[in-house]
């Protein structure tokens, strides 16, 4: 069985949620897993915002407004009157549970409730369509079955068991619709996987189901060998290993969650990224299969903040990185890129909010640095250490750029730079230039 999952601007609208069936509809057994239609889950954030202000009134407009929106899909999507009012009963369901909200006190509880509505009324919706459609299809609440740990971590055999249960609940339906990004937490309560998670609940239902192929359906076609957004003229990678492409995920290609890769390298499963637009393009193959000797794309992440540390002690001290992680460690916070010199430590962190916290402790040890608003360059490829001359093809892209770390040996399918953001465009491009034309 195969796991394909359509993002919001793939459902973004009544038209494209026409197209979806029609790719979807060939008489073989599937799980969909849909994303919240596009801008959806950007409203439900700024109701909760309006929310948590106590500002009644300003969530009602927006969650009316939002109402209005859906009542136009309804509207074009169904073309029978039947299908029309049961389309709009759906609607005022859900929409009369979100206008709820604004009566109640507000908590980071009720935003996760409020946030799963986006992908609840994208799947019912949709599943309404395929039925009026007469295409033989169930809904799968992925709220019974996918659930994370108190680490916030999918658990992964209470995932494939409940989502077993389910599918053979109902063994003869040839497409089953479930919803991206939503779970339960180790209490029960509505929760996530974090903004963009649908990706990543595809491959957890891939790997529990141990599906045939993972399908990420999205508005582009494949992995680009850099930010299309950024750069002119990128193009797509025809195929990536496992490793590459989580290398990118986790470094800022957007088209990916950062953790995605992850079960589906595990289980072994393929990945195939396709454009819902073009769905005749060839898309990226994420497998076991690599280019040997290839530098394949290059990604950015934003938003980095990098620590120094310089302390006369360092040399011979053993245990002195130890007691540096720890102080990172007891403030939950993860380090990205570490360097290392005899006089100090540098790392970068992408989660600043302990940031002065983490600095006090630091002090302890030796005199500290931070530099705020910094991004890392990844470049991305198969680069083992003996495939002699990559590293100096990349440093020499960058040769006009001040450079604040650099990381390699960490594994042979990256190397990273840590530079200053306002930086970021011109490093990508010389990248581009250099590597891919
Ligand atoms: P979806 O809503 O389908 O999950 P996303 O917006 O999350 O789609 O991801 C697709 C977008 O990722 C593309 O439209 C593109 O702008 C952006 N993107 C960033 N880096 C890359 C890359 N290296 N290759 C392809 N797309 C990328
Ligand atoms: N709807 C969620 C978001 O916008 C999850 C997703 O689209 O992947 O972040
Ligand atoms: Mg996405």
Same mark, same amino acid.
């Given at each position: ?37 596009? %801008? #959806?889950?950007?409203?439900? *954030? ?35 009157? $039947?299908?029309?009012?049961? %389309? ?28 799963? $509505?986006?992908? !609840?009324?994208? #799947? #019912? ?9 007469? $295409? ?10 996918? =659930? ?12 494939? $068991? ?32 974090? =903004? ?8 957890? *239902? ?26 002119? %003229? ?24 950062? #953790? ?61 990185l130890r007691k540096v992680f720890e102080i990172f460690e007891s ?22 909010? =302990? ?6 402790d !630091? ?15 990844? *470049? ?23 450079? =604040?770390?650099?990381?390699? %040996? ?28």
């Amino acid at each position: 069985m195969k796991v394909l999952k359509f993002g919001g601007t793939s459902v973004g609208s009544a038209a494209r949620m026409k197209d979806v069936a029609k790719l979807i509809c060939d008489g073989e057994q599937k799980i969909v897993v849909l994303s919240a239609m596009s %801008g #959806t889950t950007n409203s439900l *954030v700024e109701i909760s915002d309006y929310l948590y202000k106590n500002n009644r009134a300003g969530a009602l407009e927006r969650i009316n407004a939002l109402e209005q929106k859906y009542f136009d899909v309804i509207d074009e999507l169904y073309s029978t009157a $039947e299908y029309k009012a049961e %389309g709009k009963q759906v609607l005022k369901s859900h929409f009369e549970y979100l206008r709820s909200f604004s009566k109640a006190v507000f908590t980071l509880f009720e935003e996760k409730a409020i946030l799963a $509505e986006g992908e !609840l009324l994208s #799947t #019912t919706i949709f599943q309404l369509y395929l039925k009026e459609k007469g $295409e033989n299809s169930a809904l799968l609440p992925a709220l019974d079955y996918m =659930r994370i740990d108190k680490n916030a971590e999918p658990d992964t055999n209470y995932i494939a $068991e409940n989502l077993a249960l389910q599918l053979e609940a109902q063994p003869d339906k040839t497409i089953y619709i479930t919803q991206g990004f939503i779970c339960r937490n180790i209490y029960g309560e509505i929760d996530n996987l974090q =903004r963009g998670g649908s990706d990543y609940s595809a491959s957890l *239902v891939g790997a529990a189901v141990l599906a045939d192929e993972i399908q990420i359906w999205t508005d582009i076609d494949g992995m680009h060998n850099n930010d299309p957004r950024i750069v002119e %003229g990128t193009k797509p990678v025809p195929v990536l290993h496992f490793e590459e492409a989580a290398e990118l995920a986790y470094f800022g290609a957007k088209i990916l969650h950062p #953790t995605c890769i992850l079960p589906a390298k595990l289980n072994n499963i393929p990945v195939r990224l396709l454009n819902t637009m073009e769905p005749k393009a060839a898309g990226t193959l994420i497998s076991t299969q690599i280019n040997r000797g290839k530098i394949e794309a290059v990604a950015a992440k934003d938003g980095i903040t990098a620590i120094k540390i310089k302390s006369g002690r360092m040399l011979l001290a053993h245990g002195f990185l130890r007691k540096v992680f720890e102080i990172f460690e007891s403030y939950q916070t993860s380090i990205d890129m570490v360097t290392t010199s005899e006089v100090g430590v540098s790392v970068s962190i992408d989660n600043a909010k =302990r940031l002065d916290e983490i600095v006090n402790d !630091l002090k302890k040890f030796g005199t500290v640095t931070v530099d705020k608003d910094m991004v890392i360059i990844c *470049v991305v490829g198969d680069m083992p250490y003996e495939n002699v001359g990559f590293q100096a093809r990349v440093v020499n892209a960058l040769k006009d750029i001040p450079v =604040r770390m650099v990381s390699y %040996g960490g594994s042979n399918y990256n190397i990273s730079f840590l530079i200053n953001a306002t930086d970021k465009k011109r490093a990508l491009n010389a990248l581009s230039e250099s590597l891919f034309n």
